[in-house]
């Protein structure tokens, strides 16, 4: 039980990541705030009313001008453009011009900080997905405060990253019995899913997948070398956390002998080859987090100081804070093998994107 003793001693410092259920019903309303003038007023009273707003239903592609919704205990009341406004109601006036929508949800985070969680409310984000590196602090206090309504920010769900090595610094079992054990350990500390990583076997992944259903922990993450998303999701595991995972375990084959077979060069599929995922993933009505848009960046500017300067001076990183502005700025490099094989996974991304939307 090395792996259980490791994971107290750490005091899961090292350990941790976090995804929610992609089909999360997000039907909360949250005003764009910097499209208002002023300070909306706080509010004091049970209903409030959102006056002369934009709505953006997000059923089709249009926008309902000079609308007024009202909110009454958490939920909306009522919508339309002659709504009548109770005279006890706190009014938020949008002006004709300011916009309401539904919540937004970001679905792979990696920050932990009540700033950061300020930020996404502020921008109309209600629901985030850390999917790893949440500090035992933001387990134990933060994000229950926020999830409870006592500090601001989206509601947060979390799962326990485990591994089946140390390769990539992670939480790792190594034997059945030390797999079920952090599903226990996972549920008793109130983690919402459990999410697999690159190097488990396929008896503790199938351990993991067991010791979830019994104890009610949905099973999320990557694409499991030895095992293959295929498999993966018609054992039970219900999202994949990247797109490029299927790159890895189902369009490609790698030799499991090398010493890192998690990092392969994916060969990309041919559109024919595409149909048959689109089964898969139907059938067994799994989720994706596409994750595209990180992918991208990352490939565009990994290893390219040049490039990575003229990002940090963009206006929006004002907005970051001053440790991860250090951390993006670090010397630290990633080593030119692992750079090359994520440009190699993302070009094939973009292919097997491109050839799907040709099909």
């Known amino acids: 039980m090395h792996a259980i003793k490791r994971l107290m001693s750490q005091q899961f410092s090292n350990a941790f990541a976090a995804l929610c259920v992609a089909c999360t019903a997000l039907t909360g309303f949250l005003s764009c ?7 909306p007023p706080p ?33 909306i009341a009522a919508m339309g453009s002659s709504v009548s406004v109770p005279t006890d109601a706190t009014v938020i006036d949008g002006h004709g011009s300011a916009c309401l929508s539904p919540g937004l949800a970001d679905m792979h985070i990696h920050t932990d900080t009540i700033e950061d969680m300020k930020l996404f409310l502020a921008n109309g984000v209600t629901t985030v997905l850390n999917m ?23 509601h947060v769900y979390v799962g326990l990253l485990v591994d ?49 259903k019994r104890q009610h922990v949905p099973i ?35 030799d499991l002998s090398a010493p890192n077979p998690a990092i392969v060069d994916p060969t990309p599929p041919h ?22 848009n990180t992918y991208a960046t990352i490939a565009r500017q990994w290893g390219k100081p040049d490039v990575l300067r003229s990002i940090m001076q963009l206006p929006e990183l004002r907005y970051l804070s001053p440790v991860r502005t250090a951390e993006c ?30 099909v």
């Open 329 to 358: 700025c670090s010397s630290r490099a990633p080593t030119r093998r692992a750079f090359q094989a994520w440009c190699r996974a993302f070009r094939c991304t973009r292919t097997w994107i491109d050839s799907k939307r040709r």
């Open 43 to 75: 509010i004091t009273s049970a209903v409030t009313a959102f006056a002369h707003v934009c709505v953006l239903p997000m059923d089709t592609n249009r926008v309902l001008h000079d609308q007024t919704v009202l909110v009454e205990g958490g939920k």
């Open 220 to 254: 999320i993450g990557h694409g499991v070398t030895r095992v293959g998303l295929e498999k993966q999701l018609a054992m039970g595991q219900i999202m994949v956390a990247h797109t490029e995972e299927f790159l890895y375990t189902v369009f490609s084959h790698p």
């Open 132 to 154: 790893g590196h949440a500090s035992e602090g933001f387990m134990d206090h933060l994000r229950p405060a926020i999830n409870s309504g006592a500090l601001p920010g989206p």
């Open 164 to 212: 089946g090595s140390a390769q990539f610094d992670n939480l790792f079992v190594t034997t059945p019995a030390e797999a079920r054990a952090i599903v226990d350990i996972a549920k008793a500390n109130g983690y919402d899913f459990i999410k697999v990583y690159n190097d488990l076997s396929p008896a503790c992944f199938q351990a993991i997948i067991e010791e979830g």
């Open 271 to 292: 559109p024919a080859d595409i149909p048959r995922v689109i089964a898969f993933l139907n059938r067994d009505r799994a989720f994706v987090t596409a994750d595209l």
């Open 33 to 39: 705030l910097s499209a208002f003038a002023s300070t």
